[in-house]
């Protein structure tokens, strides 16, 4: 007997280890803390049995837009339709709320999103090194660690970037991967941000936003120079100059991801200043 939707109910942090494990089977690179910040900004969907939670589906609102992702099912139960009720319903309740559902799409997905109405509006590729062996960036932009005092005026900058404040996430994040929380600034004027996080399985850059490509270049080289293992990067594909230094610090594409929104083809960010997103997850 097909499940009904009135059986998906919500992931409570008691079931986090289920969650956990969800990512785990999937190869994915999330971890509590992630999970955390959907439980507290967001809404998580759960479909469970008296034993786990076996399916999610969580959703993220900013601004006028809100994020879908971690959609997954356990392999148990797969092909019996609960990635398709879980992704209707969250939606429904996207709309219902007036906002526009986005989602970052794998070219798998993209096949299944578009027949809904999701249109394409940039893309990006996953970049992972197993060690990054880092070049000599340029000299012409200053890179600081991220103050206090620097702070409000920093998300203030990724607020106008991102299209819609996400501060409370970002704050989530700083402090994760500490050799990440770095701004640029050229003549007294911020031209940079970059922030990242401990994953299960790399460490993950991201957002990397900036004004140009040299503030990109300058605030990667710092943070990679002192990142010990595995790292992601999901660049904008817009960005070749940028993708080209990272394939000569040993990254290498890993999958590509189609930014989509339901009923438009154009996104609320500022794409030109748009480098990294934080990750499909979050935007």
């Known amino acids: 007997m097909a499940r009904s939707d009135s059986e998906i109910g919500r992931l409570a942090p008691g079931d986090l280890a289920d969650a956990e494990a969800l990512v785990a089977e999937a190869g994915w690179n999330q971890v ?39 959609v997954l099912v356990a392999g148990t139960q797969r092909r019996r339709g609960l990635a398709t009720r879980l992704l209707h319903r969250c939606i429904d309740d996207i709309q219902a709320a007036g906002l526009v559902p986005v989602l970052d799409a794998t070219p798998a997905g993209a096949k299944v ?59 989530r994040m700083r402090g994760r991967l500490p050799p990440a929380n770095l701004y640029s600034e050229r003549d007294g004027r911020i031209t940079g941000l970059l922030l990242g996080r401990e994953g299960r399985t790399a460490s993950h850059l991201g957002p990397l936003i900036a004004e140009d490509d040299a503030s990109v270049l300058a605030l990667l080289a710092q943070a990679l120079s002192r990142i010990d293992g595995p790292v992601y990067v999901d660049l904008a594909d817009a960005k070749p100059a940028v993708r080209a230094w990272l394939e000569a610090c040993g990254f290498s594409p890993q999958r590509p991801f189609t930014r989509m929104l339901l009923g438009r083809d154009q996104s609320f960010d500022d794409v030109a200043r748009s480098y990294a997103v934080i990750g499909p997850e979050f935007g």
């Open 32 to 70: 509590a803390a992630d999970w955390r910040m959907f439980l507290d900004f967001g809404t998580v969907y759960a479909v469970r049995d008296a034993a786990r939670v076996f399916a999610t589906a969580a959703t993220l609102p900013y601004g006028r837009c809100a994020w879908i992702s971690m």
């Open 113 to 171: 999103y578009a027949p809904l109405g999701f249109q394409a509006a940039w893309s990006f590729t996953r970049l992972a090194a197993a060690q990054a062996r880092v070049t000599a960036p340029p000299a012409s932009v200053v890179v600081r660690p991220i103050g206090d005092s620097a702070w409000p005026a920093l998300c203030a900058y990724d607020a106008a970037v991102f299209g819609a404040d996400r501060s409370r996430i970002l704050a």
